[in-house]
């Protein structure tokens, strides 16, 4: 069984930065990708980036190009999430997740096997 615990959420201005932290209670080496969500108020849960576990492939919601970055730290086995230009729309919880096996759709919520119980964003106008 694998844990993750989600940090680096809070409540920040508009335009402002934060930067999510995932980390897991096993090494992430076997991992074929990891991703973040969020599911903002009164909304579904949604996809927001994902790499594979070499780094080729990166996928973005649309919405979040340009202004977040996924990347991963293999050593300390964490995942992160850095975002900026943050804007009301943004206010969610955000989730890491994690899929062991191979898929053809990083996007798909249900091809991912971990979930952490997320973290709080909230974007003041």
């Known amino acids: 069984q694998v844990q993750l615990v989600e940090s680096g959420g809070g409540v920040v201005q508009s335009g402002g930065s934060l930067r999510l932290s995932c980390s897991s209670s096993k090494r992430t080496r076997s991992w074929w990708s990891m991703a973040w969500f969020r599911r903002a108020p009164g909304k579904e849960r949604e996809f927001v980036a994902a790499r594979d576990w070499s780094g080729n492939v990166e996928d973005y919601l649309d919405l979040v190009k340009g202004r977040f970055t996924i990347f991963r730290d293999n050593a300390e086995n964490l995942l992160y999430l850095q975002m900026n230009r943050l804007t009301p729309e943004d206010t969610a919880v955000y989730f890491c997740?994690?899929?062991?096996?191979?898929?053809?759709?990083?996007?798909?919520?249900?091809?991912?096997?971990?979930w952490g119980q997320g973290t709080q964003v909230t974007v003041s106008s």
């Open positions: 997740a994690v899929a062991l096996y191979p898929n053809n759709s990083l996007r798909d919520d249900n091809l991912y096997n971990y």
